[in-house]
């Protein structure tokens, strides 16, 4: 079993910036692979970014791509969302998602634990 808790959402004006955390417990983080996924009011939920267990591996939905920048401390147990630049459309609720198959995965039904997500609202 491994339980993530998210930190850092807040509100930010678009333009600036925003580190979200994510520690996870356990003492085997570096065999999953990790993701961040958010969501919108009446929306569903969308991917957004995902690492391998080693960090080698990175992969982005299009519209965060160059602004923002997934990265993961296996020795914290933390994974991190480093968010450059965001704007209103990236207002949701942002939640990391880890998964035992390890690698990158970008829909939701790989992953098999999930944070209680963290609230990021970006003003214009």
């Known amino acids: 079993q491994v339980q993530l808790v998210e930190s850092g959402g807040g509100s930010v004006q678009a333009g600036g910036s925003l580190r979200l955390s994510c520690v996870a417990s356990?003492?085997?983080?570096?065999?999953?692979?990790m993701g961040w996924f958010r969501q919108a009011p009446g929306k569903e939920r969308e991917f957004v970014a995902a690492?391998?267990?080693?960090?080698?591996?990175?992969y982005y939905v299009d519209s965060v791509k160059g602004r923002f920048t997934i990265s993961r401390d296996n020795a914290k147990n933390t994974v991190y969302l480093q968010m450059n630049s965001p704007k209103p459309e990236d207002t949701a609720v942002y939640s990391c998602a880890a998964t035992s198959r390890g690698g990158v995965w970008t829909t939701v039904r790989a992953y098999d634990y999930w944070g209680q997500g963290t609230q990021v609202t970006v003003s214009s």
């Open positions: 690492i391998s267990g080693s960090g080698g591996n990175t």
């Open positions: 356990g003492r085997t983080f570096r065999s999953y692979g």
